[in-house]
DNA sequence: TAATTATTGCAACAATATCGCATTACATGA
DNA sequence: TCATGTAATGCGATATTGTTGCAATAATTA
Protein backbone atom coordinates (compact mmCIF):
# COMPACT_ATOMS: atom_id res chain seq x y z
CA UNK A 1 0.00 0.00 0.00
CA UNK A 2 1.98 3.53 -1.47
CA UNK A 3 1.39 6.34 0.36
CA UNK A 4 0.25 9.51 -1.03
CA UNK A 5 0.49 12.73 -0.26
CA UNK A 6 -2.51 14.90 0.36
CA UNK A 7 -2.97 18.46 1.95
CA UNK A 8 -4.18 16.67 4.92
CA UNK A 9 -0.80 14.88 5.59
CA UNK A 10 1.83 17.40 4.88
CA UNK A 11 -0.33 20.30 7.20
CA UNK A 12 -0.49 17.44 10.09
CA UNK A 13 3.13 17.13 9.60
CA UNK A 14 4.16 20.45 9.32
CA UNK A 15 2.48 21.19 12.74
CA UNK A 16 4.50 18.51 14.36
CA UNK A 17 7.57 19.93 12.90
CA UNK A 18 6.73 23.39 13.94
CA UNK A 19 6.15 22.73 17.40
CA UNK A 20 8.64 20.07 17.73
CA UNK A 21 6.96 18.47 20.59
CA UNK A 22 4.15 15.44 21.06
CA UNK A 23 0.87 16.59 20.63
CA UNK A 24 -2.45 15.47 20.93
CA UNK A 25 -5.29 14.87 17.81
CA UNK A 26 -7.22 17.56 19.60
CA UNK A 27 -4.07 20.00 19.79
CA UNK A 28 -2.73 19.36 16.30
CA UNK A 29 -6.93 20.13 15.24
CA UNK A 30 -6.70 23.67 16.45
CA UNK A 31 -3.08 24.51 15.38
CA UNK A 32 -3.67 23.42 11.96
CA UNK A 33 -4.78 26.20 9.48
CA UNK A 34 -7.11 23.67 6.73
CA UNK A 35 -10.00 21.87 8.61
CA UNK A 36 -9.68 17.93 8.37
CA UNK A 37 -11.80 15.58 10.16
CA UNK A 38 -11.02 13.91 13.30
CA UNK A 39 -10.94 10.47 12.92
CA UNK A 40 -8.49 11.60 9.37
CA UNK A 41 -6.22 12.84 11.69
CA UNK A 42 -5.94 9.96 13.76
CA UNK A 43 -5.79 7.61 10.51
CA UNK A 44 -2.69 9.93 9.15
CA UNK A 45 -1.41 9.60 12.97
CA UNK A 46 -1.36 6.02 12.79
CA UNK A 47 -0.03 5.55 9.16
CA UNK A 48 2.95 7.84 10.66
CA UNK A 49 3.60 6.01 13.21
CA UNK A 50 3.37 2.52 11.14
CA UNK A 51 5.67 4.06 9.09
CA UNK A 52 8.81 5.11 12.19
CA UNK A 53 8.13 8.49 11.18
CA UNK A 54 6.07 9.06 13.86
CA UNK A 55 5.88 7.61 18.12
CA UNK A 56 3.26 8.06 20.25
CA UNK A 57 3.02 8.48 23.78
CA UNK A 58 0.29 7.73 26.00
CA UNK A 59 0.09 9.79 28.68
CA UNK A 60 -1.36 9.74 32.64
CA UNK A 61 -4.29 11.56 30.83
CA UNK A 62 -5.01 8.71 29.18
CA UNK A 63 -4.27 10.54 26.23
CA UNK A 64 -2.36 9.69 23.05
CA UNK A 65 0.43 11.89 21.98
CA UNK A 66 2.29 11.94 18.98
CA UNK A 67 5.61 13.54 17.67
CA UNK A 68 8.32 13.38 15.18
CA UNK A 69 10.70 10.55 15.37
CA UNK A 70 14.33 12.46 15.41
CA UNK A 71 16.44 10.50 17.46
CA UNK A 72 14.60 7.25 16.84
CA UNK A 73 16.06 4.81 14.27
CA UNK A 74 13.98 4.03 11.67
CA UNK A 75 15.09 -0.04 12.17
CA UNK A 76 12.57 -1.01 14.42
CA UNK A 77 14.55 -0.45 17.38
CA UNK A 78 14.22 2.96 18.52
CA UNK A 79 15.92 4.06 21.63
CA UNK A 80 13.48 5.21 24.52
CA UNK A 81 13.22 8.43 25.42
CA UNK A 82 11.32 9.97 28.48
CA UNK A 83 8.91 12.17 27.81
CA UNK A 84 7.87 15.40 29.81
CA UNK A 85 4.42 16.80 30.18
CA UNK A 86 4.25 20.49 31.52
CA UNK A 87 0.26 20.75 32.95
CA UNK A 88 0.48 24.47 33.05
CA UNK A 89 1.33 24.69 29.12
CA UNK A 90 -0.03 21.02 28.72
CA UNK A 91 2.65 20.48 26.18
CA UNK A 92 4.61 16.91 25.96
CA UNK A 93 8.71 17.19 25.14
CA UNK A 94 10.69 14.50 24.63
CA UNK A 95 13.70 14.26 26.62
CA UNK A 96 17.49 13.32 25.61
CA UNK A 97 17.97 10.66 28.02
CA UNK A 98 17.45 7.36 27.48
CA UNK A 99 15.65 5.05 29.85
CA UNK A 100 17.16 2.43 30.98
CA UNK A 101 15.23 -0.96 33.12
CA UNK A 102 16.34 -4.13 34.16
CA UNK A 103 14.32 -6.82 33.83
CA UNK A 104 14.68 -10.80 33.93
CA UNK A 105 15.64 -12.60 31.19
CA UNK A 106 12.28 -14.45 30.02
CA UNK A 107 10.38 -11.10 29.80
CA UNK A 108 10.31 -9.53 26.19
CA UNK A 109 9.99 -5.68 26.48
CA UNK A 110 8.19 -4.58 22.91
CA UNK A 111 7.29 -1.05 24.15
CA UNK A 112 7.99 1.74 26.14
CA UNK A 113 6.12 3.87 27.50
CA UNK A 114 7.33 6.77 30.24
CA UNK A 115 5.90 10.20 30.74
CA UNK A 116 7.28 12.11 33.87
CA UNK A 117 4.63 15.15 34.57
CA UNK A 118 5.13 18.26 36.64
CA UNK A 119 5.88 21.59 35.73
CA UNK A 120 8.52 22.73 32.74
CA UNK A 121 11.02 25.07 33.10
CA UNK A 122 8.91 27.91 31.90
CA UNK A 123 5.95 26.97 33.47
CA UNK A 124 8.18 26.66 37.46
CA UNK B 1 -13.36 13.60 55.74
CA UNK B 2 -13.28 10.45 57.69
CA UNK B 3 -12.98 7.13 56.00
CA UNK B 4 -15.61 4.40 56.41
CA UNK B 5 -15.33 0.85 56.24
CA UNK B 6 -18.16 -0.91 54.11
CA UNK B 7 -18.58 -4.55 52.49
CA UNK B 8 -16.79 -2.39 49.11
CA UNK B 9 -14.28 -1.17 50.23
CA UNK B 10 -12.99 -4.36 51.97
CA UNK B 11 -13.79 -6.47 49.06
CA UNK B 12 -11.66 -4.20 46.88
CA UNK B 13 -8.80 -4.07 48.99
CA UNK B 14 -8.90 -7.66 49.30
CA UNK B 15 -8.80 -8.28 45.46
CA UNK B 16 -5.72 -6.34 45.20
CA UNK B 17 -3.78 -7.96 47.90
CA UNK B 18 -4.91 -11.39 46.55
CA UNK B 19 -3.67 -10.93 42.85
CA UNK B 20 -0.74 -8.43 44.09
CA UNK B 21 -1.05 -6.68 40.58
CA UNK B 22 -2.19 -3.97 39.21
CA UNK B 23 -5.39 -4.04 38.10
CA UNK B 24 -8.16 -2.11 36.22
CA UNK B 25 -11.53 -1.26 37.40
CA UNK B 26 -12.91 -4.09 34.99
CA UNK B 27 -10.81 -6.53 35.91
CA UNK B 28 -11.56 -6.00 39.67
CA UNK B 29 -15.26 -5.96 38.60
CA UNK B 30 -14.71 -9.25 36.88
CA UNK B 31 -13.19 -10.93 40.32
CA UNK B 32 -14.85 -9.58 42.88
CA UNK B 33 -17.26 -11.78 44.55
CA UNK B 34 -20.22 -9.19 45.46
CA UNK B 35 -21.76 -7.00 42.64
CA UNK B 36 -20.76 -3.24 43.06
CA UNK B 37 -21.37 -0.67 40.54
CA UNK B 38 -18.69 1.00 38.55
CA UNK B 39 -18.95 4.32 39.09
CA UNK B 40 -18.57 3.41 42.58
CA UNK B 41 -15.65 1.03 42.43
CA UNK B 42 -13.75 4.27 40.48
CA UNK B 43 -14.92 6.23 43.72
CA UNK B 44 -13.40 3.52 46.04
CA UNK B 45 -10.09 3.61 43.89
CA UNK B 46 -9.33 7.07 43.76
CA UNK B 47 -9.99 7.12 47.41
CA UNK B 48 -7.75 4.89 48.18
CA UNK B 49 -4.77 6.65 45.75
CA UNK B 50 -6.00 10.06 48.00
CA UNK B 51 -5.07 8.24 50.99
CA UNK B 52 -1.82 6.70 50.01
CA UNK B 53 -3.05 3.20 50.36
CA UNK B 54 -2.98 2.80 45.88
CA UNK B 55 -0.91 4.10 43.17
CA UNK B 56 -2.22 4.74 39.94
CA UNK B 57 -0.83 3.42 36.43
CA UNK B 58 -1.86 4.56 33.16
CA UNK B 59 -0.50 1.77 30.30
CA UNK B 60 -0.37 2.71 26.71
CA UNK B 61 -3.48 0.96 26.12
CA UNK B 62 -5.41 4.22 27.86
CA UNK B 63 -6.47 2.73 30.63
CA UNK B 64 -5.71 3.57 34.67
CA UNK B 65 -4.75 0.39 36.65
CA UNK B 66 -4.46 0.24 40.03
CA UNK B 67 -2.40 -1.38 42.73
CA UNK B 68 -1.41 -1.84 46.66
CA UNK B 69 1.67 0.58 47.40
CA UNK B 70 3.93 -1.58 49.04
CA UNK B 71 7.26 -0.19 49.21
CA UNK B 72 5.36 3.23 48.75
CA UNK B 73 6.67 5.49 50.98
CA UNK B 74 3.18 6.96 52.53
CA UNK B 75 5.12 10.18 52.99
CA UNK B 76 4.32 11.41 50.05
CA UNK B 77 7.48 10.82 48.12
CA UNK B 78 6.95 7.84 47.03
CA UNK B 79 9.53 5.75 44.90
CA UNK B 80 8.56 5.48 41.33
CA UNK B 81 9.40 2.04 39.52
CA UNK B 82 8.71 0.96 36.09
CA UNK B 83 5.46 -1.57 35.78
CA UNK B 84 4.83 -4.51 33.30
CA UNK B 85 1.95 -5.13 31.36
CA UNK B 86 2.07 -8.44 29.45
CA UNK B 87 -0.45 -8.30 26.76
CA UNK B 88 -0.89 -12.41 26.83
CA UNK B 89 -2.07 -12.65 30.59
CA UNK B 90 -3.07 -8.78 30.31
CA UNK B 91 -1.45 -8.26 34.04
CA UNK B 92 0.09 -5.40 35.16
CA UNK B 93 2.80 -6.04 37.79
CA UNK B 94 5.51 -3.28 39.59
CA UNK B 95 8.95 -4.28 39.27
CA UNK B 96 11.33 -3.81 41.90
CA UNK B 97 13.58 -1.48 39.95
CA UNK B 98 13.48 2.37 40.28
CA UNK B 99 12.92 4.49 37.84
CA UNK B 100 16.20 7.03 37.22
CA UNK B 101 16.05 10.18 34.81
CA UNK B 102 18.09 13.27 35.00
CA UNK B 103 16.01 16.24 33.99
CA UNK B 104 17.10 20.14 34.35
CA UNK B 105 16.82 22.02 37.19
CA UNK B 106 14.03 24.35 36.96
CA UNK B 107 11.54 20.94 35.56
CA UNK B 108 9.61 19.74 38.62
CA UNK B 109 8.71 16.49 38.32
CA UNK B 110 5.52 15.55 40.10
CA UNK B 111 4.32 12.16 38.71
CA UNK B 112 5.92 9.37 37.49
CA UNK B 113 4.46 7.07 34.74
CA UNK B 114 6.46 3.72 33.23
CA UNK B 115 5.15 1.11 31.97
CA UNK B 116 6.81 -1.26 29.84
CA UNK B 117 4.92 -3.16 27.37
CA UNK B 118 5.55 -7.11 26.12
CA UNK B 119 4.79 -10.42 27.64
CA UNK B 120 5.90 -11.71 30.99
CA UNK B 121 7.96 -14.77 32.70
CA UNK B 122 5.49 -17.23 31.72
CA UNK B 123 3.75 -15.93 28.64
CA UNK B 124 7.49 -15.76 26.87
C1' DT C 1 -6.74 11.67 -19.80
C1' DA C 2 -8.48 7.50 -17.76
C1' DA C 3 -8.16 4.08 -14.32
C1' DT C 4 -6.74 2.32 -9.97
C1' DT C 5 -6.98 2.63 -5.28
C1' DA C 6 -5.41 5.33 -1.26
C1' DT C 7 -7.55 8.89 1.33
C1' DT C 8 -11.24 11.48 3.29
C1' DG C 9 -15.72 12.86 5.61
C1' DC C 10 -19.57 11.55 7.91
C1' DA C 11 -22.05 9.10 11.10
C1' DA C 12 -22.26 5.62 14.21
C1' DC C 13 -20.15 3.11 17.67
C1' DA C 14 -17.25 1.37 21.60
C1' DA C 15 -14.86 2.00 25.75
C1' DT C 16 -13.25 4.45 29.73
C1' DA C 17 -14.13 7.48 33.31
C1' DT C 18 -16.72 11.03 35.87
C1' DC C 19 -20.70 13.50 37.98
C1' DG C 20 -25.26 14.88 40.08
C1' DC C 21 -28.65 13.43 42.93
C1' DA C 22 -31.50 10.72 45.72
C1' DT C 23 -30.99 6.88 48.80
C1' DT C 24 -28.58 3.87 51.94
C1' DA C 25 -25.92 2.64 55.79
C1' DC C 26 -21.67 3.35 58.68
C1' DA C 27 -19.99 5.22 62.98
C1' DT C 28 -20.33 8.01 66.87
C1' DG C 29 -22.43 10.00 71.00
C1' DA C 30 -26.20 10.19 74.04
C1' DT D 1 -29.52 0.47 71.92
C1' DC D 2 -31.06 4.14 69.28
C1' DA D 3 -30.88 8.50 66.87
C1' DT D 4 -28.24 11.36 63.96
C1' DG D 5 -24.86 13.37 60.84
C1' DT D 6 -22.70 12.45 56.84
C1' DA D 7 -19.81 9.32 54.07
C1' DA D 8 -20.72 5.92 50.66
C1' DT D 9 -23.54 3.85 47.12
C1' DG D 10 -26.49 3.04 42.86
C1' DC D 11 -28.43 4.76 38.99
C1' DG D 12 -28.59 7.31 35.02
C1' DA D 13 -26.68 10.63 32.28
C1' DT D 14 -22.74 12.64 30.35
C1' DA D 15 -17.99 13.73 28.62
C1' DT D 16 -14.00 12.33 26.22
C1' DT D 17 -11.11 9.65 23.40
C1' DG D 18 -10.48 6.75 19.74
C1' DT D 19 -12.04 3.48 16.00
C1' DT D 20 -14.78 1.64 12.06
C1' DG D 21 -17.91 1.02 7.89
C1' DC D 22 -19.15 2.97 3.84
C1' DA D 23 -19.72 5.98 0.11
C1' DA D 24 -17.45 9.80 -2.13
C1' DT D 25 -13.19 12.06 -3.43
C1' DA D 26 -8.71 12.74 -5.20
C1' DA D 27 -3.65 11.39 -5.83
C1' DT D 28 -0.74 8.74 -8.75
C1' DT D 29 0.65 6.24 -12.97
C1' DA D 30 0.46 4.47 -17.27
Request: proline share 2%; with cysteine; charged share 30%.
Amino acid sequence: MKRRNTPTTEAVLNVLKKTGKAMSQDAIEQKIEIEINRATIYRVLNRFCEDGILHKVVAEDSKQYFALCLECDKNQESIHHFHFRCIKCETIECLPGEVNFSIPDKYKVKNVNCVLTGTCDECS
